[in-house]
């Protein structure tokens, strides 16, 4: 039962451009969501996080936004780097825990 | 300041066998987190330990078993090793276990091969 779900496993995007990563979730307990970057040989990396009283949190060229009507998150890089190529995933976290659920990730590559 | 260390890095292991996986926090953190991802997964959290108890716990049988020092670092134990267990596990640290607050720093891993 996959409650957090990265549907594309790739994405490749020029640099310079908008990179869109997107999320959805199927639990409605969920509140506080996160996007961690993993590179190869490395833990993940917290990136960004919201919550769930919030539909946006920006920081840098990271923006974030919830529709929670939808159950989806997408994640936002602009202008889009060679350095942001990274497997990104996002996480939930249900209400009052301190778990997190991690989708199973997407893997950006960001191109000349 | 060091973050988030395992050990070891790499760890070759028979079914039916049992495994010892170390993680020391990061500087001033006090609170470990365990997690495994499997090949092409997300992680997935195992447990979390908070003044030397485990405080939650995800859908893992009690093979996994773990436990936390005075000094905050934490042991992995899984017994009777399957090849299912085969994954990367995951250390997670952070000041505290409400992760609302606090976002958890991760350590590189510790990769499982079980044959």
């Known amino acids: 039962d996959q409650q957090v779900k990265q549907n594309s496993p790739s994405l490749s995007v020029q640099e310079g451009r908008i990179s869109i990563l997107n999320?959805?979730?199927?639990?409605?307990?969920?509140?506080?969501?996160?996007?961690?970057?993993k590179y190869p040989a490395e833990g993940p990396t917290f990136l960004i996080s919201i919550s769930s009283i919030k539909d946006k949190n920006e920081d840098g060229r990271f923006t974030v936004f919830l529709n929670k009507s939808a159950k989806h998150l997408s994640l936002h890089i602009v202008p889009s780097q060679p350095g942001d190529s990274a497997v990104y995933f996002c996480a939930a976290a249900p209400y009052n825990t301190d778990k997190l659920i991690f989708g199973t990730g997407t893997r950006l590559q960001v191109f000349p | 300041d060091a973050g988030v260390t395992q050990s070891p890095t790499h760890l070759i292991k028979t079914r039916g066998q049992q495994v010892t996986?170390?993680?020391?926090?990061?500087s001033g953190h006090d609170t470990v987190s365990w997690y495994q991802q499997a090949l092409g997964q997300?992680?997935?959290?195992?447990?979390?330990?908070?003044?030397?108890?485990?405080?939650?716990?995800?859908?893992?049988?009690?093979?996994?078993?773990?436990?936390?020092?005075?000094?905050?670092s934490s042991e992995l134990n899984?017994?009777?090793?399957?090849?299912?267990?085969?994954?990367?596990?995951?250390?997670?640290?952070?000041?505290?276990?409400?992760?609302?607050?606090e976002t958890q720093y991760f350590g590189p891993g510790?990769?499982?091969?079980v044959l």
């Open chain 1, 23 to 37: 999320c959805d979730y199927t639990n409605s307990m969920f509140d506080y969501f996160l996007w961690y970057k």
């Open chain 2, 21 to 26: 996986l170390r993680c020391s926090p990061k």
């Open chain 2, 42 to 72: 997300g992680p997935q959290f195992i447990f979390q330990y908070y003044e030397e108890e485990e405080r939650q716990r995800g859908n893992f049988p009690d093979r996994f078993s773990g436990h936390q020092f005075p000094n905050y």
């Open chain 2, 78 to 101: 899984v017994n009777a090793l399957l090849l299912g267990d085969s994954a990367l596990y995951l250390c997670a640290s952070s000041t505290g276990p409400n992760m609302y607050q």
């Open chain 2, 110 to 113: 510790t990769r499982l091969l």
